[in-house]
């Protein structure tokens, strides 16, 4: 690494001369006492950590301890090693009990499950995705696609580790798209055995986390086929087999094929890996048949009819794992923006005017600008997060026959909106974090760089981002209704054309507080103060319902046109893709302002207002030429946006130290040298 | 790494049936025969090869070798004693050679020197990073600071890795900041010795590539302090000093303390390291004195009387290093993008209306939104690139009787701008190509992924990308003055209130196709086509100098109405930012524009215009609130643009391949399994 030459802009001290203005420099500090600090903090955190504070709390009080930061002296096989053994510590100590069900051998707390495995986030992204793996993916396939013979045998095994999985859905050929997957399980009735087959190289298992080293099951995503009497074989769609893959030793049983995918960009200690099936024969009753089931004879049985509507609710259930890596990649956000905003308040650079000493740079606008607007970001988002788990909570601990497919439905969009906002808004902001941390951040003593590394996949796995965005603009055009599940693109476009014109349905009813606040604010959002929270959400809303509606009317005018539908749909991708994020961005402000609605505390709630003030301010900034290009917004009020974030900065930087603090990570995760000596 | 869910989106093949219109998909490939495609690639690589492209085709042809590529299974030590390994056999093979002068014991053609480091970059950012700090770095220190007696002694030496050197610039305190170094190197009259001292642990020297291990001498950054007969000690600022570190088994000499900074975000193969000195004394003639000297009796001499720009002119002799690495981020983000567009070419997602097969995902617009305008953007900082390494190459080569301060002073601004504009390019060019890839982009066996982790410090050493933006615009703003080198912030802000009015001055003439652009549009850039090359120079320049007055305007009024002149400075830091950002931009579009019309090939002057246009409208889609906001774009016009760039990504969409390998990246630098069998 060369080293920065410096721009010759130094101030020296005497000519700058301004020691009698105490407003030159914003104060490091805001003027609250200590105590009054420290219950300003409580209070934030109190909001922050929602409704499983508690588990919040246990993880805390347990991971506080810096032998489970990520080790970069390891060589794959330790880091591997090491995660196992941490994971093995996590189910002594019972961590995993909550994710499943009591019936099954679990405590059935989903909220407290998710929380749980969020917080292991703020220690080491690997051990939060090899658990997640384990738990989450495989351990939820068994849980919520199986039946009771699946949940005797296998639940407390997986709970306690002594069944290792993992979760085979993903082959080198087909990511996002599911239903096409290669992998076959044919049924044969002879021996009444499922034969799981890769039949092409695209069709082997890849990226699968366990499936390099550890696993010896697996949960297989395959194609089901069989034959009831007289009927010829056919493939009734993707469903979800155990399949053991290694014996105790680690070697691959006859038919398996397993591979290593080596070296990542990050999560070292997770051991992905491929898997190829070779005629590999597994018992009938290994097929996780809750949704689907073959009887002896091969007859094929189902409650759900409709293949499609089969398929989708099947990998409905599995939305844990969505709602995991969301959750997940707001804590390692949060613990970067803690970093960086604790080495920006004590790096100095550049003389300060009283000539005594350098200037601290968290005391530059350029710097505020980089990290405040994050920090206010990432409370929206961890807000938004906590009502999704709580949603999960209580639709996934609902009795069956209480289950509401429309709010399952919007469950599953709203996971998927959230999902793409909070793993973008988190690799970008641990990028921002290491470059505001220059050669130190660069360091893995200090943490940030291996953060980057860990963080980058999770764009990706769960769910590619920009496909989850483009559900979510799908998912709001047709109005959530089921009977677009499975078209193609042009079914989707035919369709979102044939409805009411200029539909935009809310499927949830509008909450009270953003009821009343809308009633509370002129129409006219340029005759009202940016600051009215009522005109930020009417703005949110109107872009929102603005871009739901033209896309609609683009693609009706195109089809009607005569255009082919998959071309109509391709050139309206960008705009459709806008209107998921739109919808995501109001979901989330609309969650900070409850929860801020909520805050016993004064002081706290007026606080967070003005974190949501800049968190809306930013947002607006962000997008600005959209609300000009469609008169949202005036040029004057968009100047006042520009002016509106250097100012909330400004009101802000006193408080960014509680603001970070209030993220609650626990102190010995925090270790890094740079906080040492800056 | 948890596995993508899909969403519930898959189309099928029935229900799309549109085989009869041949635009539906964009084709494949273009309707060029193999032979005009080839053609064409080879004139579109003449204009991004530039100057020195028969340096660039040696290079290929030496470094088209697969085990040059970073091997991650590497231990650190491992990857470090690689990367010297190839640093021999590039010495062996008269690799350093040309960044020396004929003298000197080199061959002195200094363009050659920068263009082979760049293209390193092809293979591994490690050895363009430890062979630009052993060449660039420590060697540019000796050739451009040193004198004959420093020349004769090492240069051979250096060029043949006989001595192997650091560059001892950044401290653990000061790395933008370098006038306010800690270090001292005090004269000692009676020994007539320099005693280098580390007075603090912020005094540490700090992050320096080869310090960890292999160098065995330093070029010392420290104050120096001597005092003539009769005067009390005192500092003369800044200078360098040859120190030796290390003896040649490797120990630490007598009061040296080395450390290593161990495990970073990426460039395994360099080995940083911290260096504490105590009371080390060396020879007074290891003060590389061309700039000023210390005579026996401790009387301190120099040509350049004033202590800034002595400062000044030395740190400016030293612009290489950031020449070299803007350069090798450009090569870095052409090698992703090869990478990444070849995958879109062959990787398939979700069925093609033709039901014959699944659509490549480079026709989705989604898909080429994200990669071509990166592309564009990377061929106008390519020919940008190009222009700044021939300045350089005339600059340095000139007789110091030439030298031209104003020359210097501009070429120095433009490195800083166009160093933070490539670097930031290139780490999001390599983000965005990683995700592009999806879970094949995180695996290191396909590169991206360890390119991410090599680039990102690209955006802090050889200077912090927001300190060089802010350089730039402080240059604007103050019109290249040599006053106001060395004044503080403050004191810049009184120099340019007190400037005349409204002063927008261009240093460097208006080259002669951009004034006949120019002349050939109409000054109200609304009336003239947006693909007009005049009109897209005005919006351009008209954005730069509106920032640049404003920004002027805004200090005046500020520092008028009496407030504090760095509060004021700080109050407009985003503004000033945003003006250098936006010259920078300019600079580069008209360097692209001067290569375009000089390119002979007709076909692939068309296909740049193409390309150039791609990246005028996104840069004025970034930006479109500012354009919108000053009234410079009508939202009509706006509109047009965004519209503007899917109709461009779809023309050029054809092209893609021939786009990307007109980089001309060695194909076994492109050794990627996911590009086998996607």
């Given at each position: ?5 410096e721009?010759p802009?130094?101030?020296t ?10 407003e ?8 609250l ?10 209070n934030?955190?109190?909001v ?5 504070r508690?588990?919040?709390d246990t993880v ?11 080790d970069?002296?390891r ?12 994971m ?9 009990a909550?994710?499943f069900?009591?019936?099954?051998g ?13 917080m ?5 992204l690997?051990?939060m ?14 849980e ?8 005797d045998?296998?639940?407390?095994d ?5 069944l290792?999985?993992c979760?085979?859905?993903t ?9 096409a ?6 049924y044969d ?16 298992k ?9 696993a010896?099951?697996a ?7 069989t ?16 399949v053991p893959i ?9 038919g ?5 995918c ?15 099936f070779d ?6 009753e290994?097929?996780?048949?809750r949704y689907?089931?073959?009887?002896a004879d ?18 409905g259930?599995?939305i ?18 803690t970093?960086?905003?604790?080495y ?19 005391d530059?606008?350029a710097?505020?600008r ?8 990432s409370?929206?988002i ?9 949603e ?15 709010r399952?439905?919007?469950?599953e969009?709203d996971?998927a ?10 690799s ?18 200090n ?7 860990d963080?980058?996949?999770f764009t990706?796995f ?6 989850l ?7 709001l ?8 599940q499975?078209?193609t693109t042009a079914?989707w476009?035919?369709?979102?054309v044939?409805?009411?014109r200029d539909?935009?349905?809310?499927k ?5 507080v953003v009821?009343?606040?809308l ?5 006219d959002?340029?005759k ?9 959400i009417?703005?949110?809303r109107?872009?929102?319902?603005h ?8 693609l009706?005018?195109a089809?009607d ?12 991708q960008d705009h459709?893709?806008?209107?998921g994020?739109?919808?995501?961005e109001r979901?989330?402000?609309e ?6 609605n ?12 003005k974190v949501c003030?800049l968190f ?5 900034e962000?997008?600005?030429?959209w609300f ?8 004057e ?9 250097n100012?909330l900065c400004?009101e ?13 990570v ?13």
């Amino acid at each position: 690494m060369a080293t920065p030459i410096e721009s010759p802009e130094t101030p020296t001290a005497a000519e700058a001369g301004v020691t009698d203005d105490p407003e030159a420099v914003t104060p490091p500090t805001d003027d609250l006492s200590a105590d009054e600090r420290a219950l300003l903090v409580e209070n934030l955190r109190f909001v922050l950590d929602g409704r499983w504070r508690s588990t919040r709390d246990t993880v805390r009080e347990n991971a506080d301890r810096a032998d489970l930061l990520p080790d970069p002296s390891r060589t794959l096989d330790e880091a591997r090693a090491r995660m196992l053994e941490e994971m093995r510590e996590l189910a002594q100590n019972g961590f995993a009990a909550a994710g499943f069900a009591t019936d099954h051998g679990g405590t059935g707390d989903i909220g407290a499950s998710i929380t749980a495995i969020e917080m292991l986030g703020y220690a080491d992204l690997s051990l939060m995705v090899k658990s997640g793996v384990q738990w989450g993916l495989f351990g939820g396939a068994v849980e919520n696609l199986g039946t009771a013979r699946h949940h005797d045998r296998y639940v407390t095994d997986i709970i306690n580790l002594d069944l290792l999985g993992c979760f085979a859905m993903t082959e080198t050929g087909h990511g996002s798209n599911v239903q096409a997957l290669e992998t076959t399980a044919t049924y044969d009735p002879a021996t009444q055995e499922f034969v799981i087959d890769s039949p092409s190289p695209s069709a082997r298992k890849d990226y699968i986390g366990g499936a390099g080293q550890h696993a010896t099951v697996a949960a297989v995503f395959a194609q089901l086929i069989t034959a009831g009497p007289g009927e010829e074989p056919s493939s009734r769609g993707v469903h979800c087999f155990v399949v053991p893959i290694r014996d105790a030793d680690g070697n691959d049983l006859p038919g398996v094929t397993t591979s290593d995918c080596g070296y990542k960009g990050g999560l070292a200690g997770v051991d992905n890996g491929r898997i190829m099936f070779d005629q590999v024969r597994v018992p009938a009753e290994n097929l996780l048949n809750r949704y689907a089931d073959v009887e002896a004879d091969g007859t094929y049985t189902s409650p759900i009819e409709n293949p499609n509507r089969r398929f989708f609710t099947m990998l409905g259930t599995l939305i844990r794992g969505r709602i995991s890596v969301a959750a997940t990649a707001g804590a390692a956000g949060r613990k970067a923006l803690t970093l960086a905003t604790r080495y920006g308040l004590i790096r100095k650079q550049f003389e300060a005017p009283d000539a005594t000493d350098e200037i601290v740079v968290m005391d530059y606008i350029a710097h505020q600008r980089k990290l405040l607007p994050l920090i206010a970001k990432s409370y929206a988002i961890a807000c938004a997060q906590n009502e999704l788990t709580s949603e999960l909570h209580e639709v996934q601990s609902a009795a069956p026959d209480d289950s509401d497919a429309g709010r399952q439905r919007q469950l599953e969009s709203d996971a998927a909106g959230i999902k793409a906002y909070a793993t973008w808004h988190a690799s970008n902001t641990i990028n921002v974090c290491r470059e505001a941390c220059g050669g130190a951040g660069y360091l893995d003593e200090n943490q940030l760089s291996i953060m980057r590394g860990d963080i980058d996949v999770f764009t990706t796995f769960e769910g590619d981002n920009t496909v989850l965005t483009q559900l979510v603009g799908k998912e709001l055009l047709s109005a959530y209704s089921d009977d677009v599940q499975g078209l193609t693109t042009a079914g989707w476009v035919r369709f979102v054309v044939g409805m009411a014109r200029d539909v935009v349905v809310e499927k949830t009813a509008v909450r009270q507080v953003v009821q009343t606040l809308l009633e509370g604010s002129d129409e006219d959002t340029e005759k009202s103060n940016l600051t009215n929270r009522g005109t930020q959400i009417r703005l949110f809303r109107n872009r929102e319902n603005h871009l739901i509606r033209t896309c609609a009317q683009r693609l009706r005018v195109a089809l009607d046109d005569g255009n082919d539908a998959f071309k109509v749909f391709n050139n309206a991708q960008d705009h459709l893709l806008k209107a998921g994020q739109a919808h995501t961005e109001r979901v989330v402000l609309e969650s900070f302002i409850q929860a801020i609605n909520d805050c016993d505390s004064r002081s706290a709630a007026e606080l967070l207002g003005k974190v949501c003030d800049l968190f809306v301010y930013s947002a607006l900034e962000d997008d600005m030429a959209w609300f000009l290009m469609h008169r949202q917004v005036s040029v004057e009020r968009a100047k006042a946006v520009r002016r509106g974030v250097n100012e909330l900065c400004q009101e802000l930087r006193p408080h960014a130290r509680s603001l970070v603090d209030a993220f609650g990570v626990p102190e010995k995760l925090l270790a890094a040298p740079m906080l040492e000596h800056a």
